[in-house]
């Protein structure tokens, strides 16, 4: 006898009559489980694999990155990573699971009963995996929300892959909502304004404040990815917030990988320029991470400080992302709001209403 099998995963345990739940699902890039080699390959692996990030020939790219890349660079990492490191393990993941919880509370305050959870599109704490949760728990309507302000394909356009993918293994699906960017919410640009003027209030002003963002090859811009464009007008739109003259910031990338040409100009010979020009402090905020991670807390903070520095710069400070400040906390909660618009968030649900829907079903043949 031959034995049907199905290419969807198996539904959780449903009963008629339970309350039907909405949930947010605030998504971050990932990181490995420790600075570990064997742990940094893995992600590297995951991460570099991903198509969406490495735009090259699939077979050529494989050999590059499992023959090469990855026999080396994940000792190099694996000791950057260590350097940033907490006690509780990574930066990233302590900042966004704070995040989440704080959004959380921030909507419960405001009468939302909905469930926040976290997830990473890279490594552990996988979309697929509180997806999966979230169904068990009842949920039917999601909302994915990046922690990513600027879309991009590499980035953004990954995250919803991996929804779609999940999506496509699942029976029953949940209605879901994406934010695609927020790069240009007067309540972030706010927030991250008053990160930057409380910063300025314990220390003075710089000369230059750079803004410098995560990069990516510049084809990608010409191939109609937007992540250019809304990594500006964050950039003038802050600088607005901060009166600051054309002559009083400079916008940079950075995290360069391989030897195409990236989006410029690149923040490392920015920072050289700046210090042989005479520029005696530079202030370095970074507008594309929400959380502090290995490229502010390490690439930033420390590579950059010293390449300034050594350039003949004077007084070198990083400006903390927006990590857990309640001005981004309730940016974010408002954000939420916005797009659950439509969604019963707020009413409880009606006893008498779904007793009479569970004994309807149950007379047509339902399942106790």
Not at 154 to 178: C, M, Q
Not at 322 to 340: F, K, R
Request: glycine letters at 6%; one cysteine or more; a positive charge.
């Amino acid at each position: 006898m031959t034995l049907l099998t199905s290419p969807f995963a198996k539904e959780p345990p449903f009963q008629h009559g339970q309350t039907p739940r909405t949930a947010v699902l605030y998504c971050n890039l990932g990181t490995p489980d420790s600075p570990s080699t064997p742990d940094v390959r893995r992600f590297l692996s995951e991460f570099l694999g991903d198509p969406r990030v490495v735009e090259v020939p699939r077979l050529l790219w494989l050999l590059i990155l499992h023959g090469i890349i990855l026999r080396f660079r994940p000792s190099k990492s694996g000791a950057k990573y260590a350097s940033i490191w907490l006690p509780e393990g990574s930066p990233l993941k302590i900042w966004t699971a704070k995040q989440a919880l704080m959004l959380q509370g921030w909507l419960a305050q405001r009468g939302h009963d909905v469930q926040v959870r976290y997830a990473m599109r890279y490594g552990s704490t996988s979309i697929a995996s509180q997806l999966d949760a979230l169904k068990a728990a009842g949920t039917t309507r999601v909302l994915i929300l990046p922690a990513y302000p600027q879309y991009s394909a590499t980035t953004t356009a990954s995250l919803f892959d991996a929804v779609y993918h999940w999506a496509g293994k699942t029976r029953n699906i949940p209605e879901l909502r994406f934010i695609n960017h927020y790069h240009d919410d007067p309540r972030y640009i706010a927030a991250l304004a008053g990160r930057v003027k409380r910063h300025w209030q314990d220390h003075g002003r710089p000369d230059v404040l750079l803004m410098s963002f995560h990069g990516v090859p510049e084809r990608t811009l010409h191939l109609g990815d937007p992540y250019h464009c809304e990594c500006f007008k964050t950039a003038r739109l802050l600088a607005e917030q901060l009166g600051l003259s054309k002559a009083q910031y400079k916008v940079s990338f950075q995290s360069r990988l391989g030897r195409a040409k990236w989006l410029e100009p690149y923040t490392e010979p920015t920072l050289i320029e700046m210090g042989k020009a005479g520029v005696q402090r530079v202030d370095v905020v970074c507008p594309a991470f929400t959380s502090d991670c290995l490229e502010t807390l390490e690439e930033i903070n420390m590579e950059a400080r010293e390449t300034f520095l050594h350039a003949g710069g004077k007084e070198f400070h990083y400006i903390p992302c927006l990590n857990d400040d309640p001005a981004w906390i309730t940016a974010l909660c408002e954000l939420t709001q916005q797009h659950l618009q439509g969604w019963p968030t707020q009413t409880a649900p009606d006893a008498t209403a779904l007793a009479a829907s569970r004994a309807a079903a149950l007379a047509l043949g339902a399942k106790q």
